[in-house]
Protein backbone atom coordinates (compact mmCIF):
# COMPACT_ATOMS: atom_id res chain seq x y z
CA UNK A 1 0.00 0.00 0.00
CA UNK A 2 1.14 3.12 -0.97
CA UNK A 3 1.73 5.33 2.17
CA UNK A 4 0.20 8.95 2.85
CA UNK A 5 2.36 11.81 3.98
CA UNK A 6 1.49 11.53 7.45
CA UNK A 7 1.47 7.49 9.25
CA UNK A 8 -2.66 6.91 9.39
CA UNK A 9 -3.26 4.48 12.69
CA UNK A 10 -6.66 2.82 13.18
CA UNK A 11 -9.07 0.65 15.21
CA UNK A 12 -10.90 -2.54 14.15
CA UNK A 13 -13.38 -3.56 16.04
CA UNK A 14 -14.41 -7.34 16.09
CA UNK A 15 -15.73 -10.12 18.00
CA UNK A 16 -14.63 -12.80 15.53
CA UNK A 17 -10.82 -13.00 16.17
CA UNK A 18 -10.23 -14.54 13.29
CA UNK A 19 -11.36 -11.27 11.69
CA UNK A 20 -9.37 -9.33 13.72
CA UNK A 21 -6.03 -11.12 12.96
CA UNK A 22 -6.10 -11.25 8.96
CA UNK A 23 -7.21 -7.23 9.86
CA UNK A 24 -3.84 -6.91 11.84
CA UNK A 25 -1.46 -8.84 9.55
CA UNK A 26 -3.14 -6.76 6.34
CA UNK A 27 -2.65 -3.33 8.16
CA UNK A 28 0.68 -4.25 9.47
CA UNK A 29 2.10 -5.67 6.66
CA UNK A 30 0.87 -2.03 5.18
CA UNK A 31 2.59 -0.06 7.85
CA UNK A 32 -0.21 0.90 9.40
CA UNK A 33 -0.51 1.75 13.00
CA UNK A 34 -3.66 0.06 14.29
CA UNK A 35 -5.44 -1.14 17.95
CA UNK A 36 -7.45 -4.44 17.34
CA UNK A 37 -10.25 -4.78 20.15
CA UNK A 38 -13.04 -7.53 20.50
CA UNK A 39 -16.06 -5.88 21.66
CA UNK A 40 -18.04 -2.39 21.90
CA UNK A 41 -17.22 -2.39 25.92
CA UNK A 42 -13.41 -2.91 25.11
CA UNK A 43 -13.84 -0.49 22.28
CA UNK A 44 -15.14 2.15 24.55
CA UNK A 45 -12.85 1.84 27.27
CA UNK A 46 -9.96 2.35 25.10
CA UNK A 47 -11.56 5.79 23.51
CA UNK A 48 -12.23 7.14 26.80
CA UNK A 49 -8.82 7.64 26.81
CA UNK A 50 -6.78 6.80 24.14
CA UNK A 51 -5.42 9.41 21.23
CA UNK A 52 -7.77 9.71 18.12
CA UNK A 53 -7.85 7.59 15.27
CA UNK A 54 -8.18 8.43 11.35
CA UNK A 55 -10.53 5.64 11.18
CA UNK A 56 -13.02 2.88 12.70
CA UNK A 57 -13.20 -0.38 11.51
CA UNK A 58 -16.44 -1.83 12.99
CA UNK A 59 -18.62 -4.77 13.04
CA UNK A 60 -21.98 -4.56 12.69
CA UNK A 61 -23.64 -7.54 15.15
CA UNK A 62 -21.70 -7.96 18.41
CA UNK A 63 -22.95 -9.55 21.38
CA UNK A 64 -22.29 -7.18 24.03
CA UNK A 65 -22.83 -4.52 21.90
CA UNK A 66 -23.87 -4.07 18.71
CA UNK A 67 -21.60 -1.70 16.37
CA UNK A 68 -24.77 0.71 15.92
CA UNK A 69 -24.62 1.32 19.40
CA UNK A 70 -20.79 1.66 19.40
CA UNK A 71 -21.20 4.41 16.40
CA UNK A 72 -23.64 6.43 18.75
CA UNK A 73 -21.67 6.80 21.44
CA UNK A 74 -18.61 7.75 18.89
CA UNK A 75 -20.83 10.18 17.27
CA UNK A 76 -21.58 12.14 20.91
CA UNK A 77 -17.99 12.39 21.62
CA UNK A 78 -16.20 15.46 20.16
CA UNK A 79 -13.18 13.62 20.00
CA UNK A 80 -13.97 10.98 17.57
CA UNK A 81 -17.65 12.70 16.31
CA UNK A 82 -15.68 13.49 13.03
CA UNK A 83 -13.83 10.06 12.52
CA UNK A 84 -14.73 8.40 9.83
CA UNK A 85 -16.69 4.39 10.48
CA UNK A 86 -16.76 1.58 8.07
CA UNK A 87 -18.81 -1.08 9.09
CA UNK A 88 -17.85 -4.53 8.75
CA UNK A 89 -20.67 -6.94 8.02
CA UNK A 90 -21.40 -10.52 6.40
CA UNK A 91 -25.14 -9.09 6.20
CA UNK A 92 -26.28 -8.84 3.00
CA UNK A 93 -29.66 -6.53 4.07
CA UNK A 94 -30.08 -3.23 2.48
CA UNK A 95 -31.86 -2.59 5.48
CA UNK A 96 -28.71 -2.76 7.81
CA UNK A 97 -26.87 -0.95 5.12
CA UNK A 98 -29.02 2.67 4.71
CA UNK A 99 -29.98 2.45 8.66
CA UNK A 100 -26.21 2.43 9.11
CA UNK A 101 -25.74 5.35 6.59
CA UNK A 102 -28.22 7.35 8.30
CA UNK A 103 -26.76 6.59 11.67
CA UNK A 104 -23.29 8.25 10.40
CA UNK A 105 -21.24 5.49 8.85
CA UNK A 106 -19.08 6.27 6.10
CA UNK A 107 -19.54 2.93 4.44
CA UNK A 108 -19.69 -0.65 4.40
CA UNK A 109 -17.16 -3.13 4.11
CA UNK A 110 -18.15 -7.02 3.49
CA UNK A 111 -16.74 -10.15 5.19
CA UNK A 112 -15.03 -11.92 4.19
CA UNK A 113 -13.10 -8.68 2.65
CA UNK A 114 -10.23 -9.01 0.22
CA UNK A 115 -6.96 -7.90 1.23
CA UNK A 116 -6.55 -5.11 -1.34
CA UNK A 117 -10.00 -4.11 -1.42
CA UNK A 118 -10.18 -3.48 2.24
CA UNK A 119 -6.36 -1.58 2.03
CA UNK A 120 -7.97 0.84 -1.08
CA UNK A 121 -11.44 1.99 0.86
CA UNK A 122 -9.61 2.73 4.10
CA UNK A 123 -6.84 4.57 2.44
CA UNK A 124 -9.30 6.25 -0.05
CA UNK A 125 -11.65 7.34 2.72
CA UNK A 126 -8.88 8.35 5.19
CA UNK A 127 -7.39 10.70 2.72
CA UNK A 128 -10.77 12.34 1.86
CA UNK A 129 -11.80 13.12 5.40
CA UNK A 130 -7.89 14.70 5.65
CA UNK A 131 -8.98 16.60 2.85
CA UNK A 132 -12.21 17.95 4.20
CA UNK A 133 -10.36 18.79 7.52
CA UNK A 134 -7.68 20.40 5.91
CA UNK A 135 -9.86 22.53 3.79
CA UNK A 136 -11.71 23.17 6.30
CA UNK A 137 -9.27 24.74 8.68
CA UNK A 138 -7.74 26.56 5.63
CA UNK A 139 -11.03 27.69 5.49
CA UNK A 140 -11.79 28.78 9.22
CA UNK A 141 -8.06 30.44 8.77
CA UNK A 142 -9.15 32.60 6.04
CA UNK A 143 -12.29 33.41 7.45
CA UNK A 144 -10.82 34.57 10.81
CA UNK A 145 -8.10 36.79 8.71
CA UNK A 146 -10.68 37.94 6.71
CA UNK A 147 -12.84 38.90 9.74
CA UNK A 148 -9.85 40.59 11.47
CA UNK A 149 -9.40 42.78 8.26
CA UNK A 150 -12.65 43.91 8.42
CA UNK A 151 -12.59 44.98 12.50
CA UNK A 152 -9.26 46.72 11.29
CA UNK A 153 -11.16 48.40 8.40
CA UNK A 154 -13.89 49.50 10.59
CA UNK A 155 -11.49 51.20 13.01
CA UNK A 156 -9.68 52.88 11.04
CA UNK A 157 -13.11 54.58 9.37
CA UNK A 158 -14.19 55.16 13.02
CA UNK A 159 -10.83 56.42 14.06
CA UNK A 160 -10.99 59.04 10.88
CA UNK A 161 -14.13 60.11 12.28
CA UNK A 162 -13.20 60.30 15.91
CA UNK A 163 -10.20 62.95 14.07
CA UNK A 164 -12.10 65.06 12.74
CA UNK A 165 -12.73 66.30 16.43
CA UNK A 166 -9.54 67.10 18.09
CA UNK A 167 -11.61 66.78 21.88
CA UNK A 168 -13.20 63.37 20.97
CA UNK A 169 -10.23 60.49 19.83
CA UNK A 170 -11.12 57.38 20.66
CA UNK A 171 -14.43 57.96 21.48
CA UNK A 172 -15.99 55.32 18.80
CA UNK A 173 -13.49 52.99 20.05
CA UNK A 174 -14.94 53.48 23.41
CA UNK A 175 -17.93 53.87 22.94
CA UNK A 176 -18.06 50.83 21.02
CA UNK A 177 -16.71 48.71 24.21
CA UNK A 178 -19.02 50.19 27.00
CA UNK A 179 -21.84 48.88 24.64
CA UNK A 180 -20.25 45.76 24.25
CA UNK A 181 -20.09 45.40 27.83
CA UNK A 182 -23.61 46.48 28.62
CA UNK A 183 -24.74 44.22 26.03
CA UNK A 184 -22.51 41.03 28.29
CA UNK A 185 -24.23 42.06 31.07
CA UNK A 186 -28.16 42.28 29.58
CA UNK A 187 -27.35 38.40 28.40
CA UNK A 188 -26.13 38.74 24.61
CA UNK A 189 -24.68 36.07 23.12
CA UNK A 190 -20.93 36.55 22.20
CA UNK A 191 -21.57 36.82 18.33
CA UNK A 192 -24.55 39.32 19.68
CA UNK A 193 -22.23 41.16 22.05
CA UNK A 194 -19.14 41.31 18.60
CA UNK A 195 -22.25 43.05 16.70
CA UNK A 196 -22.87 45.26 19.22
CA UNK A 197 -19.17 46.39 18.95
CA UNK A 198 -19.38 47.04 15.34
CA UNK A 199 -22.12 48.83 15.76
CA UNK A 200 -20.96 50.98 18.35
CA UNK A 201 -17.69 51.59 16.54
CA UNK A 202 -19.74 53.03 13.49
CA UNK A 203 -22.49 54.47 15.17
CA UNK A 204 -21.00 58.58 14.55
CA UNK A 205 -19.97 57.93 10.70
CA UNK A 206 -22.45 60.08 9.88
CA UNK A 207 -19.83 62.67 11.13
CA UNK A 208 -18.04 62.37 7.96
CA UNK A 209 -20.67 64.74 6.35
CA UNK A 210 -20.60 67.39 9.15
CA UNK A 211 -18.12 70.70 8.69
CA UNK A 212 -14.64 70.58 10.84
CA UNK A 213 -15.57 74.32 11.79
CA UNK A 214 -19.17 72.85 13.13
CA UNK A 215 -17.87 69.67 14.64
CA UNK A 216 -14.85 71.81 16.37
CA UNK A 217 -16.34 75.22 17.40
CA UNK A 218 -15.29 76.83 20.78
CA UNK A 219 -18.47 77.57 22.59
CA UNK A 220 -22.38 77.30 21.43
CA UNK A 221 -23.80 76.14 18.61
CA UNK A 222 -26.13 78.37 16.70
CA UNK A 223 -29.34 76.65 15.68
CA UNK A 224 -28.21 76.27 12.00
CA UNK A 225 -25.24 74.45 12.94
CA UNK A 226 -27.13 72.34 15.78
CA UNK A 227 -29.66 71.41 13.06
CA UNK A 228 -26.31 70.43 10.59
CA UNK A 229 -25.09 68.19 13.57
CA UNK A 230 -28.36 66.41 14.07
CA UNK A 231 -28.18 65.43 10.22
CA UNK A 232 -25.64 62.88 11.34
CA UNK A 233 -27.33 59.59 12.55
CA UNK A 234 -29.35 60.03 9.26
CA UNK A 235 -26.13 60.45 6.86
CA UNK A 236 -24.45 57.27 8.84
CA UNK A 237 -27.97 54.99 8.16
CA UNK A 238 -27.63 55.81 4.20
CA UNK A 239 -23.95 55.23 4.40
CA UNK A 240 -23.83 51.84 6.53
CA UNK A 241 -27.27 50.97 4.41
CA UNK A 242 -24.96 49.87 2.14
CA UNK A 243 -23.41 47.39 3.55
CA UNK A 244 -25.96 44.92 2.57
CA UNK A 245 -24.69 41.97 3.91
CA UNK A 246 -24.57 43.25 7.60
CA UNK A 247 -27.55 45.85 7.28
CA UNK A 248 -28.20 45.78 11.08
CA UNK A 249 -24.98 48.31 11.12
CA UNK A 250 -26.93 51.07 10.88
CA UNK A 251 -29.06 50.78 13.26
CA UNK A 252 -26.74 51.75 16.16
CA UNK A 253 -25.65 54.93 13.42
CA UNK A 254 -29.73 55.98 12.98
CA UNK A 255 -31.23 55.87 16.68
CA UNK A 256 -28.42 56.21 18.83
CA UNK A 257 -29.35 60.02 19.71
CA UNK A 258 -33.25 58.52 20.37
CA UNK A 259 -34.53 59.26 23.44
CA UNK A 260 -36.58 56.45 25.62
CA UNK A 261 -39.27 59.19 26.41
CA UNK A 262 -39.63 59.87 22.43
CA UNK A 263 -37.97 63.37 22.48
CA UNK A 264 -34.54 62.61 20.42
CA UNK A 265 -33.85 62.46 17.10
CA UNK A 266 -34.05 61.57 13.87
CA UNK A 267 -37.47 60.22 14.11
CA UNK A 268 -38.66 60.45 17.23
CA UNK A 269 -39.25 56.63 18.81
CA UNK A 270 -40.09 55.97 22.15
CA UNK A 271 -39.48 53.05 24.38
CA UNK A 272 -39.06 49.59 23.19
CA UNK A 273 -39.48 51.17 19.54
CA UNK A 274 -36.59 51.97 20.30
CA UNK A 275 -33.99 48.75 18.70
CA UNK A 276 -32.63 47.72 21.67
CA UNK A 277 -28.77 48.00 20.33
CA UNK A 278 -29.52 51.61 19.77
CA UNK A 279 -31.06 52.07 23.15
CA UNK A 280 -27.26 50.30 24.98
CA UNK A 281 -25.12 52.40 22.26
CA UNK A 282 -27.73 55.69 23.66
CA UNK A 283 -26.15 55.06 27.23
CA UNK A 284 -23.15 54.21 26.10
CA UNK A 285 -22.14 57.32 23.84
CA UNK A 286 -24.05 59.73 26.81
CA UNK A 287 -21.19 58.15 29.31
CA UNK A 288 -18.29 58.90 26.87
CA UNK A 289 -19.47 62.08 26.12
CA UNK A 290 -19.93 63.38 29.97
CA UNK A 291 -16.12 61.70 31.01
CA UNK A 292 -14.18 63.20 27.85
CA UNK A 293 -13.26 66.62 27.38
CA UNK A 294 -14.89 68.52 25.05
CA UNK A 295 -14.45 72.18 23.32
CA UNK A 296 -16.82 73.67 25.67
CA UNK A 297 -16.28 72.00 29.31
CA UNK A 298 -13.68 69.12 30.98
CA UNK A 299 -14.78 65.55 31.63
CA UNK A 300 -17.07 65.53 34.39
CA UNK A 301 -16.70 64.34 38.03
CA UNK A 302 -17.77 60.55 38.63
CA UNK A 303 -20.36 60.96 41.11
CA UNK A 304 -21.84 64.07 38.44
CA UNK A 305 -22.19 61.30 35.70
CA UNK A 306 -23.40 58.83 38.01
CA UNK A 307 -26.24 61.31 39.12
CA UNK A 308 -27.02 62.44 35.31
CA UNK A 309 -27.53 59.06 34.07
CA UNK A 310 -29.67 58.15 37.16
CA UNK A 311 -31.42 61.47 36.52
CA UNK A 312 -32.31 60.32 33.26
CA UNK A 313 -32.93 56.85 33.87
CA UNK A 314 -36.63 56.04 32.11
CA UNK A 315 -36.81 59.45 30.12
CA UNK A 316 -33.49 59.88 27.78
CA UNK A 317 -32.73 56.54 28.51
CA UNK A 318 -34.14 52.84 28.72
CA UNK A 319 -33.87 51.86 32.71
CA UNK A 320 -32.67 48.25 32.20
CA UNK A 321 -29.60 49.58 29.87
CA UNK A 322 -29.35 52.83 32.36
CA UNK A 323 -28.83 50.49 35.47
CA UNK A 324 -26.15 48.22 33.87
CA UNK A 325 -24.26 51.28 33.07
CA UNK A 326 -24.94 52.27 37.13
CA UNK A 327 -23.59 48.98 38.17
CA UNK A 328 -20.77 49.51 35.76
CA UNK A 329 -19.73 52.77 37.66
CA UNK A 330 -19.91 51.71 40.97
CA UNK A 331 -17.56 48.62 40.04
CA UNK A 332 -15.10 51.95 39.44
CA UNK A 333 -14.00 53.56 42.06
CA UNK A 334 -10.71 54.50 40.48
CA UNK A 335 -13.06 56.12 38.00
CA UNK A 336 -10.94 54.11 35.09
CA UNK A 337 -13.82 53.93 32.66
CA UNK A 338 -12.91 57.04 30.93
CA UNK A 339 -10.67 58.63 27.97
CA UNK A 340 -7.69 58.95 29.09
Not at 45 to 57: E, K, M, N, R, S
Not at 107 to 120: G, S
Not at 258 to 266: I, V
Request: aromatic share 8%.
Amino acid sequence: MEQTSKPMRIAVIDDDRMSLRLARRVFEKAGVEGVYLGSGAEALAYFGGAPGVDLVLLDVYMPDMNGFDVLKHLKADPVYRNVPVVFLTGDEDVKTETAGLHAGAADFIRKPFAAEVLLKRVKNIIELNRLHGDMASEIRAKTEKLSRAYIQIVEALAASVDAKDRYTHGHSSRVAAYSREIARRAGFSAPEQDTVFMMGLLHDVGKIGVADSIINKNGRLTDEEYAVIKTHPAVGAEILKKITDLPELMVGARWHHERYDGRGYPDGLAGEAIPEVARIIAVADTYDAMTSNRSYRGALSQQKVRSEIERCRGSQFDPRFADIMLSMIDEDPDYRMREI
